[in-house]
């Protein structure tokens, strides 16, 4: 496929998403963006990572009224703190500038970050959620990051809790509902190989439209 387009990717942990989505862009040769992000807008902004990473850590302890307020010191040259502040919507607005800056550069895979919701506007998106049975998503937890059980449990219920928050503040809609996408899909009952090429051949008939 030559044409450019954009899949964006919402998911759950341990439904195999970040998996799913590497795979995809090289089905597609394409470039993929998750974790990638923070580094690409540290660099747009001239801010340091750790602003970022920090905002995401602090959005996944928060409720809706501390998510709006949080506010960061500016780290200018030399890490020095200055005296105006960056909020949580000052540091999605520099994201989804970079979001916006790279989809208009190449086609992309973008996985969460409300990418779908940024993009809304940009012609040849195709927005996919990836979901799992929870039974399945706390065995590749276990699996993948050497937990006990209740350990995943709990960070399956945390990371819910946290994409959720974000996602509906931001884009005003439900995150994993099925009328927020495109295409709503359960890993876990095809597979992960089969659920890749199941998305492949939807992202070729939705953009052949």
């Keep these: 496929m030559n044409e450019h387009f954009i899949i964006n990717l919402g998911r759950q942990l ?15 040769g394409i470039e993929y963006y998750d974790k990638e992000l923070i580094q690409l807008a540290a ?9 970022f990473e920090r905002a995401d850590e602090r959005a996944q302890q928060s409720f809706m009224g501390s998510l709006i307020g949080n506010r960061f010191p500016f780290i200018g040259e030399g890490n020095m703190a200055l005296n105006n502040f960056l909020t949580h919507d000052s540091l999605f607005k520099i994201q989804s500038d970079v979001i916006r800056k790279l989809a208009n550069e190449h086609s992309c895979i973008f996985v969460g970050r409300c990418a779908d919701y940024i993009l809304r506007d ?7 959620f990836i979901s799992a049975s929870k039974e399945a998503r706390i065995k590749r937890l276990c699996a993948q ?31 994993g509902a099925a009328s927020t996408y495109h295409l709503c899909i359960d ?5 992960i190989d089969k659920t890749v090429e199941f998305i492949k051949e939807f992202v070729k008939a939705k953009l052949q439209k």
């Excluded at 341990?14 to 597609?28: C, T």
């Excluded at 747009?44 to 602003?51: D, K, V």
């Excluded at 890993?187 to 597979?191: P, R």
């Design 14 to 28: 341990g439904s195999g998403g970040r998996e799913i989505g590497q795979k995809l862009a090289k089905e597609f």
């Design 145 to 175: 990051l050497k937990v006990k059980k209740n350990e995943a449990v709990k960070l399956i219920e945390d990371a819910d809790k946290k994409r959720a928050i974000y996602y509906n503040y931001y884009s005003y809609k439900k995150w």
């Design 187 to 191: 890993s876990s009952i095809l597979g």
């Design 43 to 51: 660099e747009e902004s001239g801010l340091c990572e750790e602003i």
């Design 122 to 128: 940009f012609p040849n998106c195709v927005n996919v």
